[in-house]
């Protein structure tokens, strides 16, 4: 297994490079950081739902779709990238996936270790300090590869990465850009002086330590052509608009297990849940016809405590197509 030590890269090349070496089935470490900010998308997003492009277009951020798995991210200059790359025929590969991130994890957990973060993994793919996420995590399958992707933020633009996404309106998005605050740590905001540069070295020596003797990556011209061009491909318009997973619903990932979903019901009003580990934690109505701002409450609350069987009690008070899609709604997602 190599290691590449890429440093500052084109944003493009900084999601290209590793494709490329997964689609040769040669296996690597690669460590870099981007020239500039960009919104990546992952295989299965879909970007009419996902991607607010005015907004891209307004902030300069450049669009990229990668074959790996994984949400939407905001990436830049201040966040140090490892990708993991293993032949598929390796037996060494762990054969699930929850046993690969834990395996590939070792080594940035190692490296918080060394910079005096207690960091912990929050299965299946990130790691947190004190339960707000500080690297996110993501892997596929590229060609005969299996491919292990993540980030460490020594600081990160939340701002930027709320006006990105498409939003169902402003509520909604006020409420997401508290969650991230809430949820999302950095090295600036924990004390850790840290440099990019720096955090790459310490990874370098952290999978030398974890994965075992890493040989030097030579990046040849004809490697650095190759990956231009990838990176061109994944980040051509009819790539980057491939449909995706879509839901009836708005959802948001803040960190593993941590969800803020919203919902456009039909009869004007709006539903908006928080999910933790697929379960409803706090529901908040909106226009619900007939009702108060009290009973909207109400009904938020005992929907979260008993269930759809609440519902039986608000015949009278709520339209029966409006229970009957509230019903629907609760049964389709929490049976």
């Known amino acids: 297994m190599k290691l590449y030590r890429l440093g500052r890269v084109g944003w493009r090349e900084s999601q290209s490079f590793y494709h490329v070496l997964a689609e040769r089935g040669e296996e690597a470490v690669v460590l870099c950081h981007p020239d500039s900010p960009h919104l990546c998308l992952g295989f299965h997003d879909d970007w009419e739902q996902e991607v607010d492009e005015a907004a891209c277009r307004r902030l300069g951020l450049g669009l990229i779709r990668r074959e790996a798995g994984g949400g939407l991210v905001l990436l830049d200059e201040r966040q140090a990238y490892f990708q993991v790359i293993w032949h598929r025929r390796n037996p060494k590969l762990p054969r699930r996936r929850e046993a690969g991130f834990r395996k590939v994890l070792q080594a940035p957990l190692q490296v918080l270790a060394k910079l005096g973060v207690p960091g912990e993994l929050v299965a299946p793919a990130d790691l947190a300090v004190k339960g707000r996420k500080i690297s996110g995590n993501g892997a596929g399958d590229i060609g005969e590869s299996a491919v292990y992707i993540g980030n460490l933020l020594c600081d990160f633009d939340r701002q930027m990465m709320v ?6 309106d402003a509520v909604f998005k006020k409420r997401v850009a508290k969650a991230m605050e809430e949820r999302l740590v950095t090295f600036r905001e924990l004390g850790v002086c840290a440099a990019v540069e720096e955090v790459e070295a310490l990874l370098a020596e952290a999978f030398q330590d974890t994965l075992g003797a890493l040989e030097e990556g ?11 061009r990838r990176g061109e ?7 980057l608009e491939l449909p995706g997973r879509r839901y009836p619903f708005r959802q948001i990932k803040i960190q593993e297990g941590l ?10 009003g709006t ?39 609440s519902l039986a009690a608000w015949q009278g008070i709520l339209p029966e197509a409006c229970r009957r899609e509230l019903k629907t709604l609760w049964a389709a997602d929490w049976p």
Not at 233 to 239: G, K
């Open 163 to 168: 006006e990105a996404l498409k939003m169902p």
């Open 218 to 228: 030579v990046l040849t011209p004809e490697l650095r052509e190759a990956a231009r």
């Open 233 to 239: 491909e994944l980040a051509a318009r009819e790539f």
């Open 259 to 268: 969800f803020l979903r919203h919902y456009s019901c039909s009869w004007g």
């Open 271 to 309: 539903l908006r849940l928080q999910l933790r580990r697929g379960k409803p934690e706090k529901l908040v109505f909106g226009g619900l016809p007939g009702c108060s701002r009290t009973q909207e409450q109400k009904l938020a609350a005992q929907l979260g405590q008993e269930g759809i069987a």
